[in-house]
């Protein structure tokens, strides 16, 4: 703490703040501010000033200065979230802004690892690694267009790699953390800057101990994760099952299996209105015009549409679907993973159906993020939770009881929904349950997408009522979760972390917050901290 524990004035933080990060990188002009106070889903305060460093030493500088001054700091990406995890709580903050700080730093052939800084997107760092022939083994998230490595890391995210990899937790060696003191944390087997983490344990998991934090312990600056091969062949699969619980039986049987490298699962009203009922050819289109001039995002779309030419008669009659990429070391190796998964799938009763789904994804994995909206217009945000295999049908079940206990607030505000699951690693499905209504789009919705994809869509009168019973069900639905024991990525301030771990945790995870942060200025109140 500093000569004093009073907050000074703004007036004199900006200037403080300027002479580190330099003029330029410093917002402060009312609207981009209250921009920042909302993510795709909440309104909260706005931050009393922003920064966009460009190094880590800045960031250290500013958040040191930040904090003695007894600021609140908010670290930030893309705000592509909806956890309210990027949102003040009213109190003075300075938000951190951290996507300048986006160099990929070492790329070692030799030891397999890759060192970038935690402002770089996922696509950044994938066309980074994509002429060296090596991968992380979780390579990205949908949003990864312009969602950053370092929220990810906060958010513990899936899904490129996800179904044989695991989270992106798994991909890390190490991290450089900046506290709330404005010190560096480095971890791995040496603190020593030359000697990078070639392995993530020493002792204790001290990596781990940030990973899915959602920046309450400190600001994620630089990473290290693990490299593998790119496939020298990938194979796509899609199945059609006759029931729900055959769906459930075959994602489990092909999940145990580790052969897929993703591995998507819809409902019926999933795929019908939220893939096809627009047309899948149309919505490719639409992103072609979001993604004008952007070279190489252009041309994946362009062939994702050439897939997408059986349009609506793709999904004509079909029921619960699974999605799968499978990644091998040649064609025999992808042939034979994909013979394997073809069988997990027929013995449950699956019919093979065109894949055009996962070509489509692996074709364009980081397209601007047009889902942001429903297919008309609405807005749109997901509730998830994860649970082993055997708990996935229950689940699914459960979700159902709710939402029809919920018919006539879900009628009254015509609100819709879709399931998706997918699979982590060997032995965890999750299942997102994505929630439709129509309402004014805001600023957050809007902020990377082009006018020619917004004007084609229609627009709706602010709706706060429907809003609100949206946040009662993802509420609701969390609760539900809870009760099944569930785990949660992206926690936030959404999901009850504190309230589900055993006392003794709950002490241990408060001692350490208290250690890192002992005046509780680091993203106060993510994760109950
Ligand atoms: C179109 C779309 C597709 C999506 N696809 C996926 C998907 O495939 N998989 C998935 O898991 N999620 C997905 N998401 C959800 C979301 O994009 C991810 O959670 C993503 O990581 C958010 O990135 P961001 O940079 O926008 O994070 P932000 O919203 O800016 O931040 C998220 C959290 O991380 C913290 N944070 C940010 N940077 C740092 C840092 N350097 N150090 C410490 N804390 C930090 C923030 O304080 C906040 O708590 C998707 C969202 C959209 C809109």
Known sequence: MSAS??????????????????????????ETLATYGMDLFYQGAAPTVAIEPASVDDIASAIQVACEEGFAIIPRGAGLSYSAGTLGDGRPSVLVETRRLNRVLEINTEDLYVRVECGATWKQLDDALRPSGLRTPFWGTGSGLHATVGSGLSYNVVNYGSARYGAVADSVLGLTVVLADGSQLRTGPSPAPDQPPFNRYYGPDLAGLFLGDSGAFGVKAEAVLRLIPRAAATGYAAFSFPSREAFAAAIAKVGRSGLTSECFGFDPYFLSERIVSTGFADDVRKLLGVASGQGSVL??????????????????????????????RDAKDADSALGHVRDFCTSEGGEEIEASIPKIMRGTPFPPPAMIFGPKGESWVPVHCMLPHSRHLAALESVDRYMDEHAALIDQHGITWGQVSMLIGQNTTLVEINLYWQDERTAAQTRYLEDSFLNALPVYDANPAARAAVGELRRGLADVFAEQGAAHIQIGR????????????????????????????????????
């Open 5 to 30: 524990s009073e907050r000074s004035d703004p007036g004199k933080l900006i200037d403080a703040l300027a002479a580190i990060v330099g003029p330029d990188a410093i917002v402060t002009d009312a």
């Open 299 to 328: 041309k994946g779309l362009k062939e994702a549409l050439v897939v997408a030419a059986a349009g609506r008669r793709y999904a004509e009659g079909v029921g619960y679907t699974l999605h799968m990429t499978v990644d091998g």
């Open 494 to 529: 959404l999901f009850p972390l504190m309230e589900s771990r055993d006392p003794r945790s709950q002490a241990l995870l408060k001692s350490i917050k208290h250690q890192l942060d002992p005046r509780g200025l680091m993203n106060p109140g993510v994760g109950g901290l």
